[in-house]
């Protein structure tokens, strides 16, 4: 089974600048998330998409974030523009269900953006 | 919001030797409990979970402990060799609310 595809694996631009990252989750997998994981600290969820809907976006900076997931399948992540402090890794993971007794999140490798 | 802490933050052992890392989270609703391993340039990889119902679970030389009481869980690695050398982060969830809430981590250093 392939993993959670992401890409590109490094980005760096300068502040003010736009960038876009793109993730494919695992086959069927409907839930699909976005996390900000700065160094030394734990992912932070920025949102959450049920197939193509949004669960949940409440940490989302939606004046410069932005997030969408056509087709129910793989999802790109925008920021524009960017700030220093957005520099981080950002991570893309998927699950196969939202409810129940589990909900085991499959990561991708990250993309790591410094901005300048 | 679901206030979680890890303890220790840097654990460094000795080859052979055990290592527990502890989990504190707020959310009394908070009804599965996993742990997730780091590796360098790497995403999060789920080693172990546990769910509310349960109060300890084992696979070979990792178990995960669950006080639902005091909130908290505990992630136990025996025999420790230097690829257990990484992140670990615990990350509680209220399955019912969708949301699931990381620590900020533990690293932790297996000397050989």
């Known amino acids: 089974e392939a993993g959670v595809a992401q890409s590109p694996r490094y980005k760096i631009i300068e502040k003010r600048q736009s960038v876009a990252f793109w993730c494919n989750p695992i086959?069927?997998?409907?839930?699909l998330y976005w996390y900000q994981q700065i160094l030394g600290q734990g992912p932070k969820l920025l949102i959450q998409?049920?197939?193509?809907?949004?669960?949940?976006d409440s940490q989302l900076p939606k004046d410069r974030f932005s997030a969408e997931r056509l087709k129910g399948v793989d999802s790109t992540l925008k920021i524009q523009p960017a700030k220093l402090e957005d520099s981080a890794v950002y991570l893309c993971a998927s699950s196969p269900r939202t409810s129940g007794n589990t909900d085991t999140q499959y990561f991708g490798p990250g993309t790591r953006l410094t901005v300048l | 919001g679901e206030n979680v802490e890890q303890h220790p933050s840097t654990l460094s052992v000795q080859e052979g030797d055990s290592a527990v890392i502890k989990c504190t989270y707020s959310?009394?609703?908070?009804?599965?409990f996993p742990w997730y391993k780091q590796e360098l340039g790497k995403g999060p990889q789920l080693i172990i979970d546990i769910r509310s119902n349960v109060g300890e679970k084992k696979d070979q030389r990792i178990a995960v402990t669950l006080n639902k009481t005091a909130k908290h869980f505990s992630l136990h690695i025996t025999e420790t060799q230097p690829e257990d050398s990484a992140v670990y982060f615990c990350?509680?969830?209220?399955?019912?609310?969708?949301?699931?809430?990381f620590g900020d981590g533990t690293t932790l250093t297996v000397k050989p």
């Open positions: 086959s069927g997998h409907a839930t």
């Open positions: 990350a509680p969830k209220n399955t019912n609310a969708g949301k699931s809430t």
């Open positions: 959310d009394s609703a908070s009804n599965y």
């Open positions: 998409f049920q197939n193509n809907g949004v669960v949940d």
